[in-house]
């Protein structure tokens, strides 16, 4: 492990980001477990990729049949990739209908942002405070913006934990504040094109959403010329308990983008919207790429929402997740530690918030900790959020009751353990 690790560092670059103080070499994956080299099982609870379980056979199966068969670039006529995006599409709302493809969510975060652009003629653009929405120099200048200045400002994301240290009612506060940045842009002579979200705010820390916040947001963005945009990569496919984070939220987003989940380990990603942006925005920018709509993403894409729809995946996020999420919050009443604070979810995502005792200050080195534990015991899990200090679970949508029932069993030791 030592050698293998001292390799990558000089293969990468040393810095390169991995989990855990003793990292993981894992080399098998199956469902929701993942096998490291020792043999080692574990149940996964963190990775969205796999949406639909590591190395499923129905995937596995039609993506290698697809590359015996044929795989070329994005700029020749291909059966599977138009159905794939017919049928992508339709699991939207009803002004979600054509889809640009490419690769990774950055890559849809920014078609979105040129697609907002060319169709406003505006250039700023809205985040919150403690977003991130991808890695390109441009979708880089979202992640954790504290700017007021500029074409990129941010908003501050609706903490309803800690909601109480707000002067007023807090989502008249959030609104004034979007407001307030509206008129800045105007203020300052830059035309506004829109504002990016995620609708969970899944790295914020997935907050108790205000009710109606988004929906009224949204109309900010409209009255002033705008246009609003969902980034559905960790809200999307399943993973709340509907297909997309927006429906949790109740609106309907312009521009929809969707990453890593679609392809299931597959570089696949889309942004989605009316026909009439699609068109706006090819008439604009001639954009291509290379990647994306080929006949492997579509085999990928495709062979995803076949298992979705025959396996009853979205049932079972509903199931799985309201078990859990019971068990969490019985664990919770028990008062099982003193610094397990807020519970959170939606379907098959939990953020527990990890504070000090009898307060809200966030504890970043516990909640390190106990992901650290869990671990030792079998269950990956990270550390997330605007603070750093909740606890993130987010296990493939597989993930069933047995899975649930034996992560439960483990939190409880390490929440003894902890208390000792």
Known sequence: MTDLKTRRDQAFGSGSTLFYRD???IVRGDGVYLEDADGRRYIDMYNNVPSVG??????????SRQLGTLNVHSRYLHEAIVE???????????????????????EANEVALMMARAATGGQGIICTNAAYHGNSTEVRRLTRCDSSRGDVR????????????LNGDPLSIHLEALQKTIEGFKKDGVPFAGMLVCPIFANEGLPTMLPGYLAQAQTLVHDAGG????????AGLCRTGNWWGYESAGFEPDIVTMGKPI????PLAATAASADLLAAFRNSTRYFNTFASTPAQAA???AVLDVIEQEQVLRNVQETGAWLLQALQNLQAERAHPRLGDIRAQGLFYALEWVEPESTRPDRDGAIEIVHALKDRGFLVSNAGAFGN???????????????????SAFRDVLTVARA
């Open 84 to 106: 794939y995006a017919e049928r992508l599409t339709a699991k939207h709302h009803a002004g979600i209908e054509s889809v640009v493809f490419s690769c990774t969510g950055t």
């Open 263 to 266: 392809g299931a380990g597959i």
């Open 390 to 408: 909740v606890v993130k679970l987010r296990p493939p949508l597989v993930y069933g009751r047995v899975h649930a029932e034996a992560f439960m």
């Open 54 to 63: 590591h190395c499923h056979p129905h995937v596995v199966e039609a993506v």
């Open 154 to 165: 941010a908003v501050p994301f609706p903490d309803s934990y800690r909601a109480a240290e």
């Open 23 to 25: 990292p993981v070499h």
């Open 300 to 302: 990928a894409g495709n």
């Open 227 to 234: 246009l609003f945009i969902c980034d559905e990569v960790q």
